[in-house]
């Protein structure tokens, strides 16, 4: 087992570094327990490079491999440096995560909006990184000055105070998204079955609309037309299969031939 989570998380890393992944930096982050938090929230969106800023108890910090549940090969990886500047000086885009407004000239964008301009510029061969300040303030006006990029989620506006995790969290989310094709949907068939054919489908119309003109309900003629096409695409949309159009027609047989003795 042990060498199965070992392997995975070297795939995990080889992919992060193949799809041109952000970097995460976290500035003078002050609790241990909250960098493993960041490292959790990381490796559940494929993010595997962590670097720190002056961390505030040194590094390493047993707190932090205690909350990273698990995220250890992101912990083993993370790098220290002492300046903001040392730790994005080979990144080529800069987006600095904060909510408050900065007297600064900078384009402000969305998590999401971030994220497809992080892959665009992953596909031209550029590495970009993510931006995160101290738990309590947040990051310095130096410190946003470096980046390209405001990134600020539209939350609640009377309270959209989220915490280092959640934020990092937030980011890779839409990062990791933005990589995800939407599958086409699919319909797994029982066993035995199969989709029904426009005859069976006519059959079934048919059937219906016969018990429905013997009890009345199709009386006007005016309207009748309208009505049953109306009843036909409601259940062309059903996309029934063929044991589903039986079953609806034992069901018509059994509201007409009432119970059985």
Not at 103 to 120: C, F, G, Q, S, Y
Not at 136 to 150: C, E, F, Q, S, Y
């Amino acid at each position: 087992m042990a060498g199965t989570h070992r392997s995975r998380a070297t795939d995990t890393v080889a992919e992060s570094e193949r799809s041109g992944a952000p970097a995460v930096i976290l500035v003078k982050p002050q609790l241990g327990e909250n960098i493993g938090m960041v490292a959790r929230a990381m490796l559940n969106c494929g993010l595997t490079d962590l670097r720190l800023v002056a961390p505030r108890d040194g590094w390493p910090n047993p707190a932090a491999e205690k909350s990273a549940s698990g995220a250890t090969v992101v912990l083993d990886r993370a790098r220290v440096f002492e300046t903001t500047a040392d730790a994005v000086a080979d990144l080529n885009r800069l987006y600095a995560t904060t909510a408050r407004s900065r007297d600064m000239t900078k384009a402000v964008v969305t998590p999401r909006r971030a994220a497809l301009e992080i892959r665009e510029a992953a596909a031209a061969g550029q590495h970009a990184g993510l931006l995160f300040g101290p738990e309590a303030k947040g990051l310095h006006n130096d410190d946003v000055a470096l980046a390209d990029t405001i990134v600020t989620a539209p939350l609640n506006p009377g309270f959209s105070s989220l915490n280092l995790a959640q934020a990092v969290l937030l980011l890779g989310y839409e990062w990791f998204q933005a990589g995800v094709e939407t599958p086409d949907l699919e319909v797994t068939l029982p066993k035995g079955t199969r989709p029904a054919t426009k005859k069976e489908l006519l059959l079934l119309f048919e059937h219906l609309e016969r018990e429905l003109d013997a009890c009345g309900f199709l009386h006007v003629r005016e309207k009748r037309p309208v009505m049953v096409r109306n009843l036909r695409n409601m259940l062309q949309r059903a996309g029934l299969t063929e044991q589903e159009v039986r079953t609806l027609r034992g069901v018509i047989t059994s509201l007409v031939d009432g119970p059985r003795e």
